[in-house]
Nanobody
Framework: QVNPVESGGGLVQAGGSLNLSCTES????????MGWFRQTPGKERAFVAA??????YYADSVKGRFSISRDHAKNMVFLQMNTLKPEDTAEYYC?????????????????WGQGTQVTVSS
């Protein structure tokens, strides 16, 4: 069973950095795309970044500030977030897709973690 678990969220001042981690208990083949999404109360879950086939994909709002990476040996994916802004405040979720190809649509991901809260103060 696929069961991603996120960690690394917290409270940080604007301009600061956080590094989120996602680990999965079951060894995944490199054919699975993995992504990060975020959600604020009353809004839909939004695409942040994805990693597939050695290629990283980003939402326009985080390009140049966030970096996604993956450690296949450890079955982990990371999201390094720099120059954080108050509008980055959200619950962040790690997701696994049953496909090699990434997708910015959260409906394309079948496995989700419980989320980790990121709060950026101004």
């Amino acid at each position: 069973q696929v069961n991603p678990v996120e960690s690394g969220g917290g409270l940080v001042q604007a301009g600061g950095s956080l590094n989120l981690s996602c680990t999965e208990s079951k060894r995944l083949l490199s054919a699975h795309a993995m992504g990060w999404f975020r959600q604020t109360p009353g809004k839909e879950r939004a695409f942040v970044a994805a990693h597939s086939g050695g290629v990283a994909y980003y939402a326009d709002s985080v390009k140049g500030r966030f970096s996604i990476s993956r450690d296949h040996a450890k079955n982990m994916v990371f999201l390094q977030m720099n120059t954080l802004k108050p509008e980055d405040t959200a619950e962040y979720y790690c997701a696994v897709r049953d496909s090699f190809y990434h997708s910015p649509d959260p409906n394309g991901y079948g496995y989700w973690g419980q989320g980790t809260q990121v709060t950026v103060s101004s």
